[in-house]
T-cell receptor, first 113, second 113 residues
């Protein structure tokens, strides 16, 4: 099955800095890569996603890049704000009848004011 | 608010007991997914239903079962509970099997004492 590695497990930045979270996946057939933000005790919220036919996608301060050859994808957050503090999960999704994501272990992002 | 609802929010029960968690998908969504989130295992896919039928199974224990009803709500049944079953249980929904975007409910926090 699919295996997703996510790094770092904790990331501490100053407000205004950029943050980068990286994930690698094992199954080259994975074709959909969502990122979720989860605040403490809350549900995971989809913040951005990318499909395998695209190399980069941007939405305001967040962007995701995908390198299919190397089987890795990254989340980039620019101009970080304290409200960006949360746990971020990447996922790699295969379609085998249904889309079932395999999640990374999460990155705890702390943005210091 | 994702439009996915889950009840109850919190559940405290004793080892050996049985509980039922309930999920209502977003209006129009036919597919429901169940996930378990624990500190040591991260976010793990348990099972998926589509329009009343089981479609995919993940790391779901034999003590756990689920079903999806004609009105599309779903229930996750956990029996012979153990301390290690304490976790956050999330339900997510998507439009159908061809859509990869999933929207998570607020979760049920289960504590087994």
């Amino acid at each position: 099955g699919e295996n997703v590695e996510q790094h770092p497990s904790t990331l501490s930045v100053q407000e205004g800095d950029s943050a980068v979270i990286k994930c690698t996946y094992s199954d080259s057939a994975s074709n959909y890569f969502p990122w979720y933000k989860q605040e403490l005790g809350k549900r995971p919220q989809l913040i951005i996603d990318i499909r395998s036919n695209v190399g980069e996608k941007k939405d305001q301060r967040i962007a995701v890049t995908l390198n299919k050859t190397a089987k890795h994808f990254s989340l980039h957050i620019t101009e970080t704000q304290p409200e960006d503090s949360a746990v971020y999960f990447c996922a790699a999704t295969l379609q085998r009848g249904s889309y079932i994501p395999t999640f990374g272990r999460g990155t705890s992002l702390i943005v210091h004011p | 608010d994702s439009g996915v609802t889950q009840t109850p929010k919190h559940l405290i029960t004793a080892t050996g007991q049985r509980v039922t968690l309930r999920c209502s998908p977003r209006s129009g969504d036919l597919s429901v997914y169940w996930y378990q989130q624990s500190l040591d295992q991260g976010l793990q896919f348990l099972i998926q239903y589509y329009n009343g039928e089981e479609r995919a199974k993940g790391n779901i224990l034999e003590r756990f079962s689920a079903q999806q009803f004609p009105d599309l709500h779903s229930e996750l049944n956990l029996s012979s509970l153990e301390l290690g079953d304490s976790a956050l249980y999330f339900c997510a929904s998507s439009l159908d099997q061809t859509r990869d975007e999933q929207y998570f409910g607020p979760g049920t926090r289960l504590t087994v004492t």
